[in-house]
């Protein structure tokens, strides 16, 4: 069963903008925070966006001004709009709950959306 569904990457110049969604299941729609999060090969997945429970919205230095995050509780949705976007943001993007989704003892993610943003 998928908890976490993302969708909406793809292949944008640079400048461009995408917005990215993500599902969550009834079963772990948070209460609390939702994230977003990005990671390139070899490297760790960076956090780059938080929404609170009141709305109350934290960025990466490195989005900030450029990424809105936003949610739909109604409808257990969390988005991602991308603008400005840089060759440096290509990445799989991933969404979570906050704290992250534990199952058997073990971080779960979904398949995450993959971003390209050509120079």
């Known amino acids: 069963q998928e908890h976490l569904v993302e969708s909406g990457g793809g292949l944008v110049q640079a400048g461009g903008s995408l917005r990215l969604s993500c599902a969550v299941s009834g079963a772990f729609r948070s209460v609390n925070g939702m994230d977003w999060y990005r990671q390139t090969p070899g490297k760790q997945r960076e956090l780059v966006a938080r929404?609170?429970?009141?709305?109350?919205?934290t960025y990466a230095d490195s989005v900030n001004d450029r990424f809105t995050i936003s949610r739909d509780n109604a409808k257990n949705m969390v988005y991602l709009k991308m603008d400005s976007l840089k060759p440096e943001d290509t990445a799989v993007y991933y969404c979570?709950?906050?704290?992250?989704?534990?199952?058997?003892?073990?971080?779960?993610w979904g398949q995450g959306t993959q971003v390209t943003v050509s120079s």
């Open positions: 929404i609170n429970s009141s709305g109350r919205t």
């Open positions: 979570n709950t906050d704290p992250v989704i534990i199952i058997n003892g073990r971080n779960y």
